[in-house]
């Protein structure tokens, strides 16, 4: 995992400094910081000049310094993990066998195809000397981050960037569409004093009629938030991405209907573990479940393994249990994403390692009391929020482990509870439960040090309560249980496994329950599809930029090509029932994995979302619906950093 930037001019010297800065700087040496160093590139003629400065976070093969140059004067920085598509021995470097390939290209049909052909997250900048031309983009999914942002005049310069400083100027910083790839003829540029982006676009198949349609769809999606002075042209030759997932199977049969049951209850009474078993003794569902088991399995496989452990295996075996260090984490709630990561991770770390488990928990405010509702509660509902008693929530010791109620939010019950399933089916195994207690005082503190920068360009409160949670947890620092005891705990894991994808696929959240009871299953269809299309925009350019902020990588097992595919394949009636309750019908198929997996209560756990389990969206208090602009974010001044 990397940081990468890259700054483009061809007026002024001072205009590099325009775009990079120290701050941005500062950001990405912690994404990446096992190498840092930057190169200058100018035109012959003097018409351009580039700054390349590339940031490494080592985690495969030798460290590999960027930005790498070669003897054609090509220059490569890449921000990326190729876990299939293109072989990568296991003491390579994928950086090293990418920018081989790329100087093997003769031609844009060559480059177009060898980023086709790639399986896992990437962001890439490359500037193609014999051409003039930059190239840079990001992955089908937008896995990983990538910034651009344009001087007020057409011949001022740009730059790209994984990650940038909050701005308060016209020139605003956005996160470049995962819509294609794009290319700058830098030499044309500089000649017209005019900058022109062209594209190259992803597609599900290049030889589809009717293409222009959709060609001209996507230069208006993207043209929309570009300054008016940086026209988007489509490459003359309509050369376009291969798609490295199949479309949405969207079939409704006759026997799942398309419209909602009105006779099933949605009484959470009704849900227990039992329910799944009487899902599984159906043949064809339970030979289903199990296809999924193996896909996924192969997913989280190639993101535990794909990765540099600094022991050997003799070094590994002689040091006792209690010393080994965890190399893998996983973003843990309790709930069936985090615990089914979790459960598969376990078959394929290396048995000796542990396994951190991240759980976070935001201060539970003293004055708020649990409040007489009509709302029924079931008694385990009443007990996750409960408030921890006043005077326990004063004069908080934290390194003494005291009145930590003041932390057992809904995600710390549950974790806890997952916890105890996870040991069950591996008991061998080191579970670190990594309790992660935040203060409003240490929120409000991080937010103005760096997670707004980081959350930046986003802006809504969900953007806020989402990037504040994910930062805090991923940085792993809290208290494991020894012999009953808390003691402090900082996770050394660099790889983070986040459950993101799940939802989005398999009708996890409970606006999917809203559209299937006013559309039916053709509405629910167009909505799973929406959900994949904007998820780079939405979620993962923001994680992406929040975990690499501690030095460690984000990977996100549910979007590996081969699962999409796998769940793209199936009708939406093989992967979630909605006529059934919360706890059961969302995300079928995923539950019905866990059971088969050994998992129990978990398996039957409604989706909780993470501002609301962790209780960040409670500390502070604030009357604001998710999608309101959050004037937290923008309380500072870069110069505080």
């Given amino acids: 995992m990397c940081g990468i930037c890259c700054v483009v001019t061809w007026c002024s010297e001072h205009a590099i400094h325009d775009f990079f800065n120290k701050d941005i700087l500062c950001h990405l040496r912690r994404r990446g910081p096992d190498s840092s160093q930057q190169l200058i590139k100018t035109a012959s003629d003097l018409s351009y000049k ?228 009487g899902f599984l003794a159906e043949e064809h569902k339970k030979k289903l479940v199990h296809q999924f088991i193996d896909v996924l399995s192969e997913a989280v496989k190639r993101r535990v393994l794909s990765l540099f452990r600094d022991e050997d295996w003799e070094t590994r075996a002689t040091r006792s249990m209690s010393n080994r260090k965890a190399h893998v984490a996983v973003l843990f709630s309790g709930g069936i994403d985090s615990m089914v990561i979790a459960a598969l991770a376990d078959k394929h770390v290396p048995l000796g390692e542990p396994i951190d488990l991240l759980n976070v928990a935001f201060m539970i405010k003293e004055h708020t009391k649990q409040k007489g509702t009509t709302k029924k509660h079931t008694l385990q509902e009443v007990q996750r929020d409960l408030l921890c008693p006043q005077e326990s929530c004063k004069d908080l010791d934290a390194k003494a482990g005291a009145h930590l109620s003041c932390f057992d939010v809904p995600d710390r019950l549950t974790g806890r509870a997952g916890l105890k399933e996870l040991e069950a089916i591996n ?89 299937f009871k006013k559309y039916g299953l053709e509405g629910l269809n167009k909505e799973l599809e929406m959900e994949l299309d904007r998820i780079s925009s939405r979620n993962l350019g923001r994680d992406d930029r929040i975990i690499g902020d501690h030095g460690k990588e984000a990977r996100f097992p549910f979007l590996d090509e081969e699962v999409v595919s796998f769940l793209n394949s199936l009708p939406i009636s093989e992967k979630a029932d909605l006529t059934l309750p919360r706890g059961i019908g969302e995300k079928l198929i995923l539950r019905l994995a866990a059971k088969e997996l050994g998992l129990a209560a978990s398996t039957i756990l409604p989706k909780r979302a993470l501002q609301f389990g962790s209780r960040i969206a409670k500390l502070e208090s604030k009357n604001e619906k998710a999608s309101d602009m959050c004037s937290r974010l923008k309380s500072f001044s870069v110069n505080e950093l």
């Fill in 50 to 277: 580039c700054l390349f400065s590339g940031h490494v976070l080592r985690l495969r093969g030798l460290i590999t310094p960027q930005p790498l140059k070669d003897a054609s004067d090509n220059i490569f920085l890449w921000n990326g993990e190729i876990f299939n598509g293109v072989h990568v021995g296991d003491l390579e470097n994928d950086t090293e066998v990418m920018f081989h390939h790329l100087a093997l290209c003769s031609s844009e049909a060559d480059i177009l195809s060898l980023f086709s052909s790639l399986r896992g997250p990437w962001s890439f900048i490359y500037y193609q000397a014999s051409q003039h031309t930059l190239w840079f983009g990001r992955d089908y999914f937008g896995r990983r981050s990538l910034l651009w942002q344009f001087g007020n005049e057409a011949d001022s310069g740009f730059c790209l960037t994984s990650v940038s400083v909050y701005s308060k100027s016209d020139n605003q910083w956005q996160e470049v569409p995962a819509s294609g790839i794009f290319k700058i003829n830098l030499k044309a540029c500089a000649t017209t004093k005019s900058l022109s982006l062209i594209l190259f676009p992803w597609k599900y198949s290049c030889t589809e009629k009717a293409v222009e349609p959709i060609f001209s769809n996507v230069l208006d999606h993207v043209s929309k938030d570009l300054p008016n002075h940086i026209p988007l042209v489509m490459n003359e030759s309509k050369l376009c991405l291969r798609a490295p997932v199949i479309s949405l199977n969207k079939t409704i049969s006759e026997a799942s209907g398309g419209c909602p049951s009105t006779n099933v209850s949605n009484n959470i009474h009704t849900v227990s573990v039992e329910t799944l078993q």
């Fill in 427 to 515: 008991p061998s195994r080191t579970w670190n439960f990594v309790e992660i207690n935040v203060t409003l005082e240490e929120l409000n503190k991080m937010r103005q040090q760096c997670i707004n920068h980081l959350v930046y360009p986003l802006d809504t409160v969900l953007d806020d309560s989402i990037g504040c949670a994910i930062w805090f947890a991923s940085r792993g620092e809290g208290f494991i249980s020894n012999q009953g005891e808390l003691k402090p705990y900082n996770s050394p894991a660099k790889v983070v496994l986040t459950g993101i994808g799940a939802d989005e696929q398999l009708a996890g959240y409970s606006r999917h329950r809203v559209c």
